[in-house]
């Protein structure tokens, strides 16, 4: 009898640490993710954009860059070409933006003209509040 | 009944033969395992069936496989998207009208190189080498060190004395080679962290690519072959790359506490295993 | 305790214990591979419960199940818990199965009266082998691709309707984005309540027929069932079954600890690319020995003809054993078709490999 009543405490132990540790994550697992983005944001002022050029940021530690399309007004894009990660620049005269690491290139709209980018460029949210731009 | 299923039993036996193992396996894959979308047929590559013939010049003949085994046609980057030309159709493979460029002259080198790899064409042109090249027509372009068509992935072993001394002495190149090696240690073993990492299942792509500009931005840095530049920049290069091995270390720590908490539920389990066992011997 | 009084005065519930776990005995003589079924429908538990699970976050498109696969991986807490126990245990339970089809073939047990629980059985081991060709294609890596395109592939050797069999299959001539919603709904929609139902079938037939008896030592005729009331009661079965599923589950952590990339090489973290074909597919260990049978095989009909036969012999082998002999190793003839059949299986296995 002791010997039994002495196992049944140890499997109801381990049996109960068991459960506890497959429950434990399947209630992390379950619960809802925190909050995904930081909600920062990056204020610059209309003039900080020239004419027919191009401004680089950068937000939350992401390298962004800031552009006037005609037509459409201000645009944003991350400036992590979509091939292995270098940073695009924007060339003012051909109005492209180029990666000077395999010369991928990308249009205005940040669709792919050539190279090997498979992906456009992602776009970062941009709003006007009257003479400000936000970034974010 | 019995001789029914028995001859059945050989037939099944009898149809498998060992022999001839390799043809058909050959066979199979090229059936079952090659088969594509409708519209979609293999692309033929008339520029290394003709280099690879017997009317070609022996010096050119020796292209294709050297060509293979590049970093190049790992990435998918064959003949034409360099030299130009229609890569399937044998009439106009090297046709002008098809952007057929041919080789480029020694000077047209790194013009030929750089129209993709544009950072480093920038950086070259400003250097000593890229100077000497347009004012004297002798330099070492991108073919000296890296090769025309079997290209490796660049090391700092490039930098040698065999390689270095053609037309000045080593010491300039040695301590350009001392100022990158710190820097290159980082890499290298930054590198191998991500593989490692990758090969136990965690792909991290925004590390990766993070990694990829850092090291992309700092090897196009020393094609300026500017030292005081190199020294002046190495702090910086050694920060970012730090950020990015503490993160890399996280994710390590969490390959290690997902071992330990299976080895735990392991145990846990054996022991469970052990305890119900021992409750079935208990005679009830 | 006043819980088990209000539920038993209105389904008499602890009778129904009773009844089910003392009442009924069980011959002392079973042996520990009688433990194995039970080990194999726990396996499908842990399948469909981590399924389940792993439901809330994938996302069964070409264009986000890889990447819901990687987020469920390495963002979601635990994620990893269940996934690696989703992919394993599916490879282990296929194993039981395995084990448990080899044991009761040789102790004989499919004879009569018990030829319909074996061939639900093996209508089970195939289901439970399409959950696996399924499920494979799901996180859409360049494993799971490839892999599917060779499986896929297979039915065309059937004359007339092959192609139009494996069309069906993948939904179109190739591996799409078509192909993978219909084995998503396989997997998750069709399958789980057909082998569910099969289950319970073959449960019924089993406590119907009575549990069969080894047959060495046999005491009394072949038709002895171990249902015994000089036996012990189930429940105490239970807990050697119960024994053997705590050990499946150590095994099961133990690989998940110490060999987490046994069943995730390289191609199974890269995201599919149908026009790049990796070094070296194979299908699943388990579909090796059929895959390496049809490559030795010179004619693709002859290869798929013979797998066809040997599955009906499979399915129907009770009708076809009718010797009322269960004890094998007073069979010669048998014992040796047996060992050199499974001798063949792992020999193709094996080189299935390479």
Redesign the interface.
Known sequence: ME??RF??V??SL??L??LG??IY??F????P?GEMSSGTVLRIKRGDVPQGSFKELVLDNKPVIVIEVPQKGYVAFSR?CTH????VRFDSDKKVF??????GTFDMNGNVLS??PPRPLERINLNIEGEEIVIG | MQRLYLALILLFLLSSPLYGKEEWKRAFEEEYLKIFPVDEAPKRNVCVSCHMSEIMRPELRTIPSQWSKSWHAR?NISCHDCHGGDPEDEKNAMSPERGFIGKPSFKDIPQFCG??????L?HYMKSGHGRSLRLTGHAPTCVTCHGAHEIQKASIEIINEKLCSKCHSYERAKTMKQALSVTERLIVDTDRALSTLKKKGMILEKE??????TH??FR?LFHTTDVKLVKERTEEFTKRLGVIETRLSHYFKELNFRRN?SI??TL??A??AF??Y??YK?RM | MKIREFIDERIAFSELIRSQFSEYRVSERLNIFYTLGFVALAGFIVQFITGL?LL?YYIPHPQYAFQSVQRIMN?????W??RQVHVVGSNLMVAVVFLHMFSVFFMGSYKKPREFTWFIGATMLFLTLTFCLSGYLLPWSQLSYWATTIVSNLPTAFPVVGDCLADTLRGGKSVTGFTLSRFFGLHVALLPPLLSFLIALHIFLIRRTGISLPPWNASEGMKGSGQDIEGMPFYRFMVKELSMVMLYLAVLFFIIAFMPTLFLPEDANTPADPSKTPEHIRPEWYFLAPYEMLKLIPSKFLGITAQLIFVIIFLFWPFIDKSPERNILKRPVLLWTFIGVTGLWLLLTVLGGY
């Open positions: 010997r039994r196992l049944g140890l499997l381990s049996g640490s068991a540790s497959l994550p399947v992390r697992f379950i619960l993710p992590i292995l990660g270098c940073l180029i990666c000077p690491c395999h010369g190279g090997p | 990435n129209r993709c790899h544009i950072g480093i920038e990766n690519e993070e990694f990829f500009r992309a931005e196009a908490y735990f539920l846990l389990f022991g469970m305890l119900f021992l409750f208990e | 699970f809330i963002e979601i807490p635990y994620g818990l269940i």
